[in-house]
């Protein structure tokens, strides 16, 4: 799977990118059929200073993102794996449920 870290209007030090990358790698774990990721880092200028991070998942039919903010890149960056590991679970339930809901019609059918 591919990872590719953008910053937006700053810089990012090499270990926040590294820990964003291996936060992203441990959700394939979860699901093999992820293509490539993308997670964009940016924040809100003072006084607010929100720091955002935007995780954009492409799997082989369908696109996963999300948004979340915090005042730590770290922290964002972790709420924002679980909200796309979320996600992931839902889809992949909403596959199961399709597979079997037509295995059960090709048993009626016999």
């Known amino acids: 799977m591919k990872v590719k870290i953008t910053a937006r209007h700053f810089k ?3 270990s926040l990118k ?9 959700l394939e774990r979860y699901n093999e059929n992820i293509l ?16 955002y991070c935007e995780i954009i998942l492409k799997l082989k039919d369908k696109i996963l993102t999300c948004t ?3 005042d730590e ?7 924002a794996q679980e909200k796309i ?11 199961k449920s399709k597979k079997y809901s037509k295995q059960k019609r090709i048993i009626k059918t016999i």
């Open 36 to 51: 490539n990721s993308e997670v964009i880092l940016f924040y809100d200028k003072p006084p607010l200073n929100t720091k």
């Open 18 to 26: 590294k820990y964003a990358t291996e936060k992203i790698e441990e």
């Open 73 to 79: 890149f770290t922290l964002s960056v972790d709420r």
């Open 12 to 14: 990012a030090k090499e």
């Open 85 to 95: 590991k979320t996600q992931i679970y839902k889809y992949k339930d909403k596959i």
């Open 68 to 70: 979340e903010g915090s």
